[in-house]
């Protein structure tokens, strides 16, 4: 997908119009979403699904409002220690890209709609402890982020959000 980024965009146009077709009860819809992920199963097989391409493909179809193929889903414990890529301070990046989306005008919700396509691909429990983590960082633009979570995410994700909440409302009183 890196190498090539239109290939990436008409995959997700394509994912578009599946979800079109499926809504209108067109076959070429659920016919492109079952090709689409014989497809996927076919590459990852071959040893070629890096986990960090499952979770763009996976933003794909999060993007195109359509549920994420559990293909897709990274597995924790199945994922091959080789295959892991190297994160930098992840309280700093998400620090810096909140303060780069604020900057072009963005909101909280923008910056959700980021993170959320970004997760698509993450299990749930996973994505609970990233947001729970949000809500743990001393910064109210991510914390409104978080807040998102609240209204759309698994219930896994929502008693995260609502936990998150109640440590820092106890906190606060703790501290006033």
Same mark, same amino acid.
């Given at each position: 997908? =890196? ?7 008409? %995959? ?10 499926? #809504?209108?009860?067109?076959? %070429? &819809? !659920?016919?492109?979403? #079952?090709?689409?992920? !014989?497809?996927? !199963? ?7 699904? #890096? ?31 080789? =295959? #892991?890529?190297?994160?930098? +301070? ?21 910056? %959700? ?7 698509? &691909?993450?299990?749930?429990?996973? !994505? ?9 960082? +001393? ?38």
């Amino acid at each position: 997908m =890196d190498d090539h980024p239109d290939a990436a965009t008409l %995959f997700g146009l394509l994912l578009a119009e599946a979800r079109m077709g499926i #809504e209108n009860d067109r076959p %070429f &819809g !659920k016919a492109l979403l #079952e090709n689409a992920e !014989k497809a996927i !199963k076919a590459r990852i097989a071959t040893g070629t699904g #890096e986990p960090l391409h499952r979770l763009k493909i996976a933003g794909l179809y999060r993007r195109a409002g359509l549920p994420v193929p559990d293909i897709l889903m990274l597995d924790p414990v199945g994922e091959n220690p080789a =295959d #892991e890529i190297p994160l930098p +301070d992840l309280d700093g990046a998400l620090a810096a890209l909140a303060a780069d989306v604020e900057a072009e005008g963005g909101g909280a919700y923008e910056f %959700f709609s980021g993170l959320d396509e970004m997760s698509a &691909g993450m299990p749930e429990d996973a !994505k609970a402890a990233f947001v729970h983590h949000l809500l743990s960082l +001393d910064n109210p633009f991510l914390e409104r982020c978080a807040l998102y979570w609240l209204v759309s995410g698994a219930s896994l994700t929502r008693e995260a959000v609502a936990a998150g909440l109640t440590r820092k409302a106890h906190a606060r009183e703790a501290g006033a």
